[in-house]
């Protein structure tokens, strides 16, 4: 639990505090003066007796109690200062801004060590070391710039980069966004991102509590603590929007498998925010954009009108959301010629509704009230309206938002004259509180992302029952490294998943017997080589015995080898599931086309274990290349629910047997009857 004497102190005191309002120590006493903090201020600094009007303290020892402290000295000075105030002046609110820590040294490490054992001790919280600070509705605690007006039903932002807090301010700020709060954490010492997050679930208040949350993170430190909180919150009613950032060098370290090769770090964050609800952000106008869109009413469906006096943004915008699976469908009938007659010749409403450069405020109006009452096919307004230099704006951002207050349907207001019409916008933003979105596509994007991201997933999904003895026997008595055939058949058979007949021989005489059990036609493959194909080691279609004994002794020369599999030839759509597990994350499951699709396409699909039946379903569904599963120009559909459950049954073995580190069911064979596992790799890492 984070103490409330960091939230909401009765007493502050900065420690380096400066008259040079270009230093931390200046400027984060400054912020606090001008963002009228309501309690009692205190400064120390032993080279001065006034600080910015307020006396001046030689020493922390000379303080009464004091709530909170925010440090901005050496590092080499935090650690006493630290004890001198938890245990002698009651103070368990620490902001340490200043730097030096463990982000630097093995020396700076265990001084922050330290400070971090301290503050526990007196049961207090640590904002830092190394940031730009704290704020919140009480007061400032942080010493960079802008300071937001802040609100109470703002946005929480919560950011490892204070640097990167700096400039997602100033954009939201430029727009209309709001903050509640922002937590810049820095090194992290005592309490990160998914802490703080934490805090917010445990404390949540369905009736005061911010509703919007944005996350910046380098790295992500405790995966299950963020998806166990982030899922509470969004299923509480909040919206989360997060940039994971230092993914460039996610896909070089070295895997023998398909699955290892595609399930990276940065797949399994995709696949952790997926799994939580977050909407994934990649930069930050697309992480303002995606937080001012959650500050509006919610979006219940994905078909929207578009209405402007502008062709060009509208085609783009039509073009960004129908190319991200959202709809601008086209308005005809009745209400459509009603509404008509109300704008000017040559106005269209066929969506986009362009009631031209000359439509009037009035206009505007009628067509939100048409979008509203009487175009049931219609979930959303974007509202383009922006000035080419020859009239103000006043009286049609007037009416937008007066329609905004009362409509039944969300309104986006896209206002692109940021310099024509800045008087208005920006009485639109400070003085009406809206927010702006003055790109068009930026803003289509942002929307589709929302509409597309899943909501939260079950923490406890139905799981089908294996055979855990069986699994367990094969997992301990096998060595490190790739299982053989025939114990990958039994963790196969163990778990419920189909697959292919097989027999493994070594000899030509025990392939000639294979062969006639099997029956024609058949599939020959080398044992031994991880990547088959690329060694010329897989032959299909094999219809006699001469082409057997001819087959098997050029794949049992082939390096590595060391035995030939043979099975029946069976026919379907090339389909693939993969499962690899990731440092902190557990394992991942991935689905896709297989074969060499999956090398060429990579398109694929990625939970983390577990995963129910409805989130495999999800998964398949969400695949580009979606229509052929479904089958295509006479192909044979894949049996969904039988690929989910194939899916489901691998996320469950990797629970019971978290020694897999790598394993690839590639291709399995799906029809509408059946999907059979044809080949398979498991690699045991213990």
Known sequence: MIHHKLLNPKSIVVVGASNDVQKPGGKVLKNLLDNRFSGTIYAVNPKETEVQGIKCHVSVRELPEVDCAILAIAA??????????????????FIILSAGFSEENEEGAKIEKAIVNQINA?????????CTGFLNTHYCGAFDAPIPALSAQGADFITGSGATAVFIKEYGMTTGLSFNSVWAVGNSAQMGIED?????????????????????MEN????????????????????????????????SRA????????????????????????????????LVTVASIFMHPELKGNKIAIITHAGGPAVMLTDVLANNGME????????????????????????????????????????????????????????????????????????????MKTSKKPIFPILPSIVNVKEEIDDFIINKKRINFPEESVFGNALAKIYNTPKPVPASP????????????????????????????????????SRKEEIVVENEADAIVAARKIGYPLVMKVVGPVHKSDVGGVVLNVKNEDTVISEFHRLIKIKETYAVEISPMLFGTEIFIGASREEKFGHQVLCGLGGIFIEVLKDVK??????????????????????????????????????????????????????????DLNPLLGSKKAVVAVDARIRIQK
Not at 122 to 130: E, R
Not at 478 to 494: C, K, R, V, W
Request: aromatic fraction near 6%; charge should be negative.
């Open 606 to 663: 990625a939970s983390l274990a577990p995963i129910g039946k409805e989130e495999a379903l999800s998964m398949i569904r969400s695949l580009r290349s979606y229509k052929i599963i479904q089958g295509v120009r006479g192909q044979e559909a894949v049996n969904e629910d039988l690929f989910a459950d194939a899916i489901v049954r691998v996320s469950a073995l990797v629970q019971v047997a978290p020694e897999i580190a790598e394993m």
């Open 76 to 93: 080499k000075f935090c650690l006493e200062t630290v004890e001198v105030l938890a245990l002698q002046k009651g103070t368990c609110g």
């Open 220 to 251: 992500v430190r405790n995966p299950q603590k963020l998806l166990e909180h982030a899922s509470s919150l969004i299923n509480k009613g909040c919206k989360i929007a997060a940039i994971k950032s230092g993914t460039s060098d996610a896909g």
């Open 255 to 286: 895997a023998s498998s398909h699955t290892g090769a595609l399930a990276t770090s940065d797949v399994a964050v995709d696949a952790l925010f997926r799994k939580a609800g977050i909407v994934r952000c990649y930069n930050r106008q697309e």
């Open 196 to 216: 703080v997050l934490e805090y917010m679930d445990n404390t949540f208040d369905s009736e005061k509590s911010p509703k919007v949350k944005m996350l910046y």
């Open 122 to 130: 007196v049961g207090g919280s640590l904002i830092g070391p190394n």
């Open 462 to 497: 139905i799981l089908p029952e294996l055979d855990l003895i069986t699994i367990r026997k094969v997992v301990e008595n096998s060595q490190e490294g790739y299982l053989s055939p025939e114990n990958i058949g039994l963790l196969l058979d163990a778990a419920g998943i």
């Open 328 to 403: 601008v469908p086209h308005i005809e009938g009745n209400a459509a010629d009603e509404l008509l007659t109300n704008l000017f010749p040559g106005s269209s409403v066929a969506n986009p509704i362009d009631f031209l450069a000359t439509g009037t405020a009035e206009q505007l109006g009628i067509i939100i009230d048409f979008c509203n009452e009487k175009f049931d096919n219609i979930d959303a307004m974007a509202v383009i309206f922006g000035s080419p230099g020859l009239f103000p704006n006043w009286d049609v951002y007037a009416v937008l938002d007066q329609k």
